[in-house]
């Protein structure tokens, strides 16, 4: 068989690369185009059997927070292989090229989002976020009403560095979230990958602070009209009350609402009767070097010392092997 060849994907190869990914994705070839010429942070790469492109991927260049810092981290996205090509060791040698050029320019972490953790699993990525899906009737929020505080606002993209602000404050304590650029927000946050610009709501206390957002559409099911919130951020507990009094608010407008939070998030215990709660895998993160990721962290001030750890890799060589981690001052 002949060899397969990792590299740039160049615009004239876009209409191909859209066409894969559309058929992998359910989507239509014009919007994944639109996306693929879409400015931002992403890299078209592809597989290449004989000059013909056989599986594509976008490659990010993200910074993750790591509780307290950010570290490089890179982003694998819309992989994909045609029928006619899979099985044949496109997406390995896809991601195998991808994790060489992050190591290469110095990213030790890279994420992805899976249809399948297993098929990840196989190359070392492992699931390392969870978050719980909460849903229920949007009357279990009445007794958030009698604390209405400030005012909530329609905003758009302008409103870009006011979500942010939230966004990293809300969640700057934890590993995994990403640092989000702002054409990230605007082309993939603020906007579904339908094109269609979601409801943004920014909630502003009395002095004119802004301390919470939602991100939400109403969609229809079967059982009538859900609020779908794809992000319920807030600064405080007095500001997540007032997210609570705006489903509150959808009551006639609405039978369910649907949002997501991190997995310790205290939501049960806030109110009067418990919402439907299922959990939910996020991102997966592999080290694509050990050696890399351990300098990227931050630990405590007052930690010092020494800490040998065996590592086991077979799908990259330069990270097998035995790494001492000697920490003093915080790095």
């Not at 070392?124 to 229920?136: D, F, I, K, N, P």
């Not at 560095?161 to 946050?189: C, M, N, Q, T």
């Not at 109403?218 to 009094?245: K, T, Y």
Request: charged fraction near 25%; hydrophobic fraction near 40%.
């Amino acid at each position: 068989m002949s060899t397969l060849e990792y590299r740039e994907v160049p615009p004239e190869d876009y209409p191909e690369f859209a066409r894969y990914t559309s058929v992998a994705y359910d989507g239509e070839d014009e919007r994944a185009l639109a996306l693929l010429n879409a400015p931002g942070l992403h890299r078209a790469r592809g597989v290449y059997r004989d000059g013909r492109l056989v599986t594509v991927g976008l490659l990010y260049a993200f910074q993750v927070q790591t509780g307290g810092a950010v570290a490089p981290c890179g982003g694998v996205g819309s992989v994909a292989t045609p029928p006619e090509h899979r099985r044949q060791g496109g997406v390995e040698r896809l991601l195998r090229g991808m994790a060489d050029e992050l190591r290469a320019e110095g990213t030790p972490f890279c994420t992805l989002g899976a249809f399948k953790e297993s098929f990840y699993g196989r190359y070392g990525w492992a699931t390392c976020l969870e978050r719980r899906v909460l849903s229920g009737s949007p009357r279990l929020f009445a007794p958030f009403r009698a604390r209405q505080q400030g005012a909530w606002e329609r905003v758009g993209t302008e409103a870009i560095p006011e979500l942010d602000a939230i966004y990293s404050g809300a969640l700057r304590a934890r590993f995994g979230p990403l640092a989000r650029h702002p054409e990230w927000w605007k082309h993939r946050v603020l906007h579904g990958w339908d094109g269609k610009l979601q409801y943004i709501y920014l909630w502003r206390d009395d002095a004119g602070a802004a301390r919470a957002y939602v991100l939400f559409r109403f969609r229809s099911s079967p059982a009538g009209r859900v609020l779908e919130c794809r992000e319920a951020v807030a600064l405080d507990p007095m500001a997540r009350a007032q997210i609570f009094a705006l489903f509150a608010s959808h009551e006639d407008q609405s039978e369910e609402v649907r949002f997501a939070g991190p997995s310790d998030a205290p939501v049960q215990m806030l109110l009067p009767d418990p919402l439907e709660c299922k959990m939910e895998a996020g991102p997966m993160l592999r080290l694509v070097d050990v050696a890399g990721a351990l300098a990227a962290l931050r630990y405590p001030g007052d930690a010092h010392g020494r800490l040998a750890i065996a590592v086991a890799d077979d799908w990259l060589p330069h990270n097998h092997g035995v790494f001492e981690l000697e920490v003093a001052e915080g790095r």
